[in-house]
């Protein structure tokens, strides 16, 4: 399995814009790609898994897009609560760096 | 309600050994793969090792490979983690999680437990 990169690696945004983040795989994943977000002191938690589908209870500003090797995460009007570090994984297993996003 | 609690981190020096465990609770554990991933302090996520349903498949970061290993008891619902030779750099919060049912993706997590690795 290849490598994941995200970007940018910080994101910082006023809530009410919309956040555009990356995950760029080093060799085609097709769509087996998850995101997740995490806030201090908590585990993760799985936003959009099969490249596009989100998880149950997930709001439907997130969404998920892309296959093979370029994959984006959009959160369309950024509420308080979003301001977290956001991670792909591929395959259920490697996950990128992370992108935090912050308030501007 | 799906429960994942892990146990077993604490305190270990260099070259030493630890075993963690999730008790899981809420589905049906024996058809869901599982997996631990780790978070060092201030740092992302990495996956560490994951177990097919029926412990036939292990999978493990090269990171971890000949010195960790994952088992479960599907009677016990229990998930656990074998860590040997233990170096500095394992030192992390380790999560328990449970696969996604479509797959390829980790739907459900515990809520951690620290392993320190110091002299």
């Known amino acids: 399995e290849g490598v994941l990169t995200q970007s940018p690696g910080t994101l910082s945004l006023s809530p009410g814009e919309r956040a555009t983040l990356s995950c760029r795989a080093s060799?085609?994943?097709?769509?087996?790609l998850a995101w997740y977000q995490q806030k201090p002191g908590q585990p993760p938690r799985l936003l959009i898994y099969?490249?596009?589908s989100r998880a149950t209870g997930i709001p439907d500003r997130f969404s998920g897009s892309g296959s093979g090797t370029d994959f984006t995460l959009t959160i369309s009007r950024l509420e308080p609560e979003d301001f977290a570090v956001y991670y792909c994984?591929?395959?259920?297993?490697?996950f990128g760096p992370g992108t935090r996003v912050d308030v501007k | 309600e799906v429960q994942l609690v892990e146990s077993g981190g604490g305190l270990v020096q260099p070259g030493g050994s630890l075993r963690l465990s999730c008790a899981a609770s809420?589905?049906?554990?024996?058809?869901?793969?599982m997996a631990w991933v780790r978070q060092a302090p201030g740092k992302g996520l990495e996956w560490v090792a994951k177990?097919?349903?029926?412990?036939?498949?292990?999978y493990y970061a090269d990171s971890v490979k000949g010195r960790f290993t994952i088992s479960r008891d599907n009677a016990k619902n229990s998930l656990n983690l074998q860590m040997d030779n233990l170096r500095a750099e394992d030192t992390a919060v380790y999560y328990c999680?449970?696969?996604?049912?479509?797959?390829?993706?980790?739907?459900?997590w515990g809520q951690g437990t620290l392993v320190t690795v110091s002299s």
């Open positions: 999680a449970r696969d996604h049912p479509s797959g390829w993706s980790l739907g459900c």
């Open positions: 809420g589905f049906n554990f024996s058809t869901y793969w």
């Open positions: 177990i097919h349903l029926d412990g036939s498949d292990k």
């Open positions: 060799q085609s994943v097709s769509t087996y």
């Open positions: 099969g490249a596009s």
């Open positions: 994984q591929q395959y259920g297993s490697e």
